[in-house]
Structure formats: structure tokens, C-alpha cells
């Protein structure tokens, strides 16, 4: 098995020490108390706020780790349902085909037809506006494409010899899908997952800018950054903290995904969104 | 004979996907919380308006009855009327679409032109760290959301004297100068996706085009690496390069919600956000619709012309 290149382990590197240092931040208080007032309201970076203080005089780097904590853990559990979700459907369409492949696929298409931040509006108005919101419209946005990457695997693989000799030898359909064909769409899924977890972060991001998405004062990067566009002009440091945060983890996650899929096939080519 | 099979199926395929989402954003609506009655009238409302205007919304009827009014009367271009200013949608989206539409093309055709010449530039450069380098900038590209972009672009340019402005929109037949100082700033934003987005599938799709046996023989047959390029990479890279139209709209007719909403243009984006915070349900519906069917018949023509160009397509089937 080939290993990740320099770039995408980097990507991974960075991930999880993001990880880490939220959840240990989280744990023994690292940072600061994200609501306590420690100084002067919008005050530039410095030696005891490095990031700056927020219009109420709250230390924004404590806020920013509990954000970017809220953020993946929100995403994740999402990208989580998702990928349970979407292997499914897509394995059992791909495999089975049929009626049930035309029904899955009609749906798929129809919420495919969505752009991600117009469906994730749509679910908005119908959940009010909150963490549930945000999952829900992370869920719908993602379904489509990894439904439709991992049906078209399992139904690659489904026609394979292996495949065909199980069912020969009498395997029933939990087998054959358990042990045939599941273990060959995993790559997909995880490559599917890695891009739909940077997707994640980016609907909740929009989503909460727009005001739609995790409500204040809960913080998450996306609340942060809509808070840092109003005081713009007074306090840049509030939208670049946060900013700076988010993109470096979208970044990190979309080069873990291009490595990933590069592994699991140099030649194919599916790119993000 | 096969052109017209293959416009023929994904006419149709388009057809049955639009009455899809159409059925889903009509039983979206009919889920609201609380009711239609109690979103137009308030909680305070007496039990006999309610049943009035349920009645009067014919909203007694059956349910397909309710669904078929609704399609025809938004197929003959009436929205209905916003819930808060009693204006009819049609008329405000249709004033605010011009605003959207320039922006988007603003953004797309520049955007898709730099991105593909860029894609191809890192797809045929020769060495490892010209190509890392490719690869990390446009994944940092397509990682940059327009909140983010959007906000640093407006902290420099409100913050020094840089020549664009700010906000400020004004009609493009009023006075094209300041409509456009107001305009290129946002659209370059939106601008910054739609080029990575372009050179990640360029660079993708030259690269695999480059492994094709082909290639090889026109290299041992000592043709130029251009004319190389020109012959055969070029018209086998660009299915992938136009299939990635189909995402920039996407990106596009969503990125527009948000970069509008920033920089304070009178768009569609902008007029939906507005809505949904106010419960304009009439107007979100109307404006979900609207972004749902642009973007179908976009993924349709895309598709229709990869079939004129690609005489594979539609025979196998």
C-alpha cells in the first residue's frame, strides 16, 4: 500500500493537532475562559489577548477554539450521518439496481439540483435556525454526490468475478454486500467523506454568516466570522482569527482528500464539490 | 438520429427532475411550523380569520389540487405576494435579477477563462515542485469561502483609498462607471472559486488525458509538446472542463446569497436572506425555485453540448 504524500500528510498533521489542541483547550481551560470580559472592548492583539478582544471585551482565542471545536464536531457528526447514509443507498442501489436504483437516483437528483447554500436556506426556514439546522442542512447537501460516487462503485464492483463466484457459492445478500462489496467502496466513502467534511464546514460557515445557521452566543467559526463583519473597519483581527482558522482547516482537509484519492487511484479524478 | 435521442432523454430527464424539486419545495412549505395562517396573521390572530383566509388561500382543498394551482400559476410567471410588503415577488425578482446575473457572469467568465489557462500551465509544467506548488495553491483556492475573502476585501478597500468602492450599487444603464467600481470587487470575490474550481478540473483532466497512449506515440512521433497540446490534450480535456460549468453555477448561484448580502447589492441572493428572516415564505419559495431551475437548465445545456462534442455518448446506450 502506497503511503499519503508530504503535502496530505501535512494536511492530516495539522488536522488532528487542530483537533488535539481544541480538545485540550476544552479540558484544562488552555486560552482563557471564552466568557469571561479581560479587557477593553475591540482591543487590538496582544500579549495577554493574542487574538484580540470582541466587542464586549471577551479574549476572542478562547471563543475561536471553542468555534472551530463547535464547528468539526458539528460537521463531523453530519459528514458521519451522511456517509452511513449515503453507503447504503448507494451500495444497495449500485448492487441491486432496479426499481430501487431509479427511485434512489431520482431523489438524489433532485436534491443535487440544489445549490448548497439555497438547499441548506430551504432547511432553514423549515428548522429554525440553530446547531439542528446546521447538521440537517450539512446532511442534505452532502447525500447527493456520495450517493451517487459510491453507487457508481459498488456497481463497478458488483460485476466483478469475485463477486459473481460468491453468489455462485450460494452467499446471501448480507455476505455478499458485507464482505464483497462494502470493503471495495470504503476508499470512495472515506475519499467522499474527507471532501463532504470540508463541505460541512463550509455550509455551516455560510449558514451561520447568513445568521441561519449555530445562534449567538454559542460560537462556532462560522458566528464568529459574521460577528467579525460588523465591526470590520474598527477590528479586522475578529474576522481574521476565525477566517485564518477555517481556512486552514478546509485546506488541510481538501489536500488529506486529493492525497487520499490519489492513493486509492492515481488516475480517476473527482474533484471537490 | 443520436443527437436527438440524447436531447430527447435529458429534456425529459430534466423535466422529471424539476417536477421534483418543485414537489419538494411545495411539501416544504406545506410542513412550515404553524401553519400558513398563523406565519400571514401572527399567533394573535382569532380562530374565524384563520379559517378565512385558509379558505380564501384555498387551502381546503386537496392537497394535488393545491400543488397543480401552484405550478401553473409559477409556470405563468406569478409568484404570488410577498407576506410582508404585499408586493408581487414576481416583479421584485424580476427587477433584481439583472443585478445577480451580472455578478455571476462578472465572475464566471473571466473566472473559468484564467482558470483553465492556469489548470493547463500546472498540468504540463515538468517539475515536482512547480507542481506541488500548483496543487497547494489551487486547493487553497477552492478552500477560501466568500465570507471570509469577501470581508478581508471589503476591510482593504474601505480601509485605504484602492480605487473600487464598497457597496454603492447603482443601475449599470444609470451610470456604467460607478456600477462598475461597485461591481468588480464582489465579483472578483466570488471570482477566486470559480478560477480554482476551473484549474483543479483542467489540471485533473489534462493530466489524465496525458497518460493516454496516444500522447506517447505523438511524442515518439517527435511532435511539439504545443502542437502536442493543441491536437489531441486540449479537445479530450474539455468534457471535464466544461462539465466543471455545472459546479461554478452552482457555487455561483449560492455564493451570490452570500457575497450580495455583504456587499449590500439589491439582488435575488439578498432579497431571499432578507425573507427568510423576516418568514417571507412566499418569497423564499419563489427564490428557491427560481435558483433550483437555473441551475437544472444549466446541468441540461451543459450536458447537451458534451453530447455534441463527445460522439461516444448516447451510443453505448
Redesign the interface.
Known sequence: MKRLD??ARSGLVFLLALVVLVVVAQVTGLGGDPEKIVGPRLAPPGPEWWLGTDSLGRSTLPRVLQGTGTSLLLSAVAVLATAVVATALGVLAGYQGGALNEIVM??V???Y??????LA??V???V?PGLDAAVASIVLVTIPLMTRVVRAAALTVSHRDYVTSAIISGARLPRVLGRHILPNVAGTVAVQGTYAL?IGI?VE??LS????GVQPPQASL?VL??E??VY??YA?WL??GP?VV??LA??SI??LG?GLRDQLDP?T?R??? | MRLFVWSATRLF?AA???L??SI??FG?MR???GGYATIVLGPLASPEQRAELTASFGLNDPILVQYAHWIQTAFGGDFGRSLVSNDPVAAELGSRLPVTLQLTLMSAIPGVLIGAALGILIAVRRGTRGR?LG??AS??G????E??VG??A??LF??YALGLTVGGYVPFGEDPATNLAAMVLPASVLAVFVVS?TA??TR??V??VL?EPYITTAVSRGQSPWSIVRHHVLRNAAI?VLVVAS?V???L???A??VE??FNLPGVGSY??QA??RRD?AV?QA??LL??AL??FT?MVVDLLVGVIDPRLGVSK
Open positions: 508530504g503535502i431520482r431523489v437528483d433532485v436534491l439540483s440544489f445549490p448548497a447554500i439555497i436556506i430551504l432553514a426556514a423549515l429554525n470540508s463550509l460557515g455560510g454568516f447568513l445568521g441561519l462560522g466570522i459574521s467579525g463583519t470590520l473597519t479586522p474576522l481574521l477566517g477555517l481556512v478546509i485546506l481538501n489536500v486529493d488516475r479524478s474533484s471537490l464539490t | 430527464s422529471l427532475t424539476l421534483g424539486v419538494l419545495i416544504a410542513l412550515m411550523p506541488a496543487r497547494i486547493a487553497l477552492v478552500s477560501l469561502p465570507y471570509v470581508g478581508i471589503v476591510y474601505s480601509r474550481a483543479r478540473t485533473d483532466a493530466l489524465n497518460h471535464p459546479t453555477t452552482a457555487y448561484l449560492g455564493g446569497v452570500i448580502y455583504l431571499v436572506v427568510i428572516t415564505y423564499v427564490g428557491v435558483a433550483a441551475f437544472i446541468n
